[in-house]
């Protein structure tokens, strides 16, 4: 009697999808392959996060470096700033006050005078251009710092100080001369409190005001 041998049933065909089956089965073909993500290219990385407390650097500017443009006590903004304060206070009739802020600005615009002088004088021959600038400023505050004396005298004769008031004045004549404006003025003042006896000009005894005008 024969063996019964399964093989011999089965059709070519199926014999060699058996053993296509079985090489599979023994290599791990059968299992689930992972295919590995490729990241997308068009995410963008997120920005870094700014620190705490960090903030833009400002624009650096030219002004930025300069503080004496900036209303500093010696500048001319800042002389100014002294001659307002002192009009204010002699709206208010405080004549203390007042006078301390007419010397602060007379003593700030008689140092930039100077020493605009010197630079003027420093520069003489070597940059023409600058040393006219520098004169040019000298004169300026030499004009603004006779305004606060003139201011300042006329403070004193309404406190009733003429003896602080005339060398004022002839301080004034002085830088000013009579043929001035300024000069005039403080010439008119002394022939007023009667240090002078001669009007200037001959035939003119108008009088002034004894307060100063808020600049």
């Not at 011999?8 to 999808?17: C, G, K």
């Not at 004396?149 to 403070?155: D, G």
């Not at 009579?178 to 403080?186: E, I, N, S, W, Y």
Request: proline content about 8%; overall charge negative.
């Amino acid at each position: 009697m024969v063996a019964f041998n399964p093989l011999r049933v089965l059709p070519s065909t199926s014999l060699l999808l058996l053993t296509t089956v079985s090489t599979m089965a023994l290599v791990g073909i059968g299992h689930p392959v992972v295919q590995a993500q490729t990241p997308d290219v068009s995410d963008e990385v997120p920005a870094l996060p700014e620190e705490e407390g960090s903030a833009p650097t400002p624009a650096t500017t030219t002004d930025d470096l300069r503080p004496l443009a900036q209303g500093s006590i010696l500048s001319i903004q800042g002389g100014q700033r002294l001659m307002d304060e002192a009009g204010a206070a002699v709206s208010a009739q405080n004549y203390e006050l007042a006078v301390s802020k007419l010397q602060e600005a007379r003593q700030v615009f008689n140092q930039l005078s100077n020493f605009y002088q010197e630079l003027a004088a420093s520069f003489s021959g070597i940059d023409n251009r600058i040393a006219e600038e520098q004169r040019a400023q000298a004169v300026e505050t030499a004009q603004m710092r006779d305004q606060a004396t003139y201011q300042l005298a006329l403070v004193h004769r309404a406190q009733n100080k003429p003896e602080l008031a005339v060398p004022l004045l002839i301080q004034i004549i002085r830088s000013q001369n009579p043929t001035r404006d300024l000069g005039r003025q403080a010439y008119q003042q002394l022939f007023e409190l009667g240090f002078v006896d001669s009007p200037y000009p001959r035939g003119s005894n108008e009088p002034t005001s004894a307060l100063p005008v808020p600049q």
